[in-house]
């Protein structure tokens, strides 16, 4: 009976217990057309996910409710959230589980490797949950778990999204030492709604870490995306891409908030797609080599079509750089 009451209590755990006394934030706008996605079904889909079960893996795309899901992995494309399922941090937009978090799988960066070649995949995404309670952050399961793909699957191209390793000293190091194809880390809003939406973050920390991870490697890619739709400005949004550009960022994505459950942060407005568009082409003038910029626009969304693209503007550019005048 002590089996059954611990399976009960698990069934019933709150995924998101710092929100829990919350007043709801009711949606108050009906979700526009452009925002409304099939739901899954396909074969594929159900393929993909009998990998990822497999190989006892978890993927942002569900722990995040990414929207795409249906898309993405009719595709075979998935992201893979390693470092467990919990994350130490509290955001305000996201959907993953907050709390005490789960050990570290040591086959993980192994599994990883495994169902990448399984998936088929070109390229890969990798990210995590926070792990504030880890010496390097996760930063050694990062590179290790890139070091299993470049073993077995070398052709595979490896990007990683990954937390600000706020206060671990070394950890970035560590993770570019790896030699990731492309290094990834979301700024997510602008810097006036850090304390409500990202309160165990910080802006410029953030910044940094994207501006280090350059001068640590300069010929890594770097790239970087904010969420709109939570009540900051055109002006604010053009003041983040003009410090993503000083940070030597490459890349850039913007997609809509939407709003996991009702005590999460509500969403401000519905960004028009014809803004979206005029983000973009702001992006462009201000020197990013690849703009993702759309309603449903996320960071691993066309990863690696986005990839192959950046590889060949980067090059361009390069060889612009060194053409003889």
């Known amino acids: 009976m002590k089996g059954l009451a611990s399976i009960s209590k698990d069934k019933v755990r709150v995924r998101h217990p710092e929100k829990a006394h919350k007043p709801d934030n ?9 925002l409304r996605v099939r739901a899954a079904s396909s074969e594929t889909y159900q393929e993909t996910r ?32 390693i470092l467990g399922s919990i994350c130490t941090r509290a955001c305000a937009f996201c959907n993953v589980a907050t709390g005490k978090p789960d050990q570290v799988d040591p086959n993980e960066p192994e599994n990883v490797a495994k169902s ?8 890969v995404v990798i990210t995590s949950v926070d792990r504030d309670d880890l010496p390097d952050g996760g930063a050694g ?3 290790e778990t890139i070091l299993q793909i470049r073993k077995y699957s070398p052709s595979t191209t490896v990007e990683v999204l990954t937390p600000d390793f706020r206060r671990k000293t070394d950890a970035l190091a560590i993770v570019v030492g790896a030699k990731p194809d492309v290094f990834n880390h979301n ?4 810097p006036r709604l850090y304390t409500t939406i990202r309160p165990g973050a910080r802006y410029f920390n953030s910044l940094h870490l994207l501006y280090s991870a350059k001068e640590m490697d300069p010929y890594i890619s770097t790239k970087s995306g904010i969420m709109v739709g939570l009540g900051e400005t055109a002006e604010e949004v053009n003041q983040v891409m003009d410090d993503m550009r000083s940070a030597k960022v490459d890349c850039i994505t913007i997609g809509q908030y939407m709003q996991p459950t009702p005590k999460h ?27 993702s910029s759309s309603p449903l626009t996320r960071s691993s969304y066309f990863a690696g079509e986005d990839f192959a693209k950046l590889r060949a503007a980067r090059n361009a550019h390069l060889a612009d750089k060194i053409s003889p005048i």
């Open 141 to 143: 399961h990062f590179a």
């Open 116 to 123: 990448v070649i399984k998936l088929g995949l070109n390229h």
């Open 50 to 81: 009998a990998i990822i079960r497999d190989f006892n893996l978890h993927t942002v795309c569900e722990e995040a409710a990414c929207p795409n899901i249906a898309e993405c992995w009719s595709k075979r494309h998935a992201t893979m959230m």
């Open 265 to 291: 942060h509500a969403v401000d407005r519905f960004v028009s797609p014809e803004e979206f568009e005029t983000y973009k082409i702001r992006a462009f003038s201000k020197g990013f080599l690849i703009v």
């Open 187 to 190: 700024l997510e809003t602008v």
């Open 26 to 34: 009711l949606v108050k706008k009906r979700k526009p057309n452009w």
